[in-house]
């Protein structure tokens, strides 16, 4: 008999009373383990005797800033992490990529997409996409399914990064340039075209190969083989 995985613990920090209990509501209704909580004090205690797999972050909280709690906890780096906000701002933005959230986004929030992406996020955490390509973190690295190791730049590695986290899915131009430290309505997006045909190119003098990297037309880039962050 095969077992099912274990539901998925989803850990919804909001203090909008009717939003919270919606979001609640809907993902339990989908399947998953949902718990809410109205403030940061509170998921401190909770979290004391607790687990959960996702986080769901709102950051305007009544005793405390989402993302300057989110920036210290080192605690959830084995999570994910998805920021729902008000914020629209470009700066919250890198600054929330940053501190660590896999996704951020701007309020009003379709319910189906949040649990679209908690799916998402649990298939990486658990390891169950078979993997071919490694992202070392240690030596700012891309491991080939063969072994062979390619170099990177600092911004190639932050870029692959952001990329790995949503392997096969188109990750956009916007959010590239958040997660390389940069606000998109002042950036020359030809950086970024060329950033990505450097790495192209690097790679096939190197392996004599293409890399997994494709243009996703009007929606931004993606690395369409499996491939995980992690040590070599």
Known sequence: MTLSPPLARVLVIEDEPDLQDALVTYLNMEGLDAHGLSSLADAQVWMGSNDFDVLLLDLGLPDGDGLSWLRKRN??????VIITTARSDALSR??????GADVY??????????VSLVHNLMRRLRGQTPVSWVLDETGWRLLAPDG????LTHSEHVLLQRLAKFSGQAVSREELVISLGHQPEHYDFRRL???IRRLRNKAKEAWGTALPLETAHRQGYAFTANIRIGLS
């Open 193 to 195: 075209e060329i950033l």
């Open 94 to 99: 890198v600054t929330g990529v940053r501190a």
């Open 75 to 80: 605690d959830l780096r084995d999570k994910g």
């Open 105 to 114: 986004l701007v309020k009003p929030v379709l319910p189906e997409e949040i």
């Open 148 to 151: 062979r190791a390619l170099k």
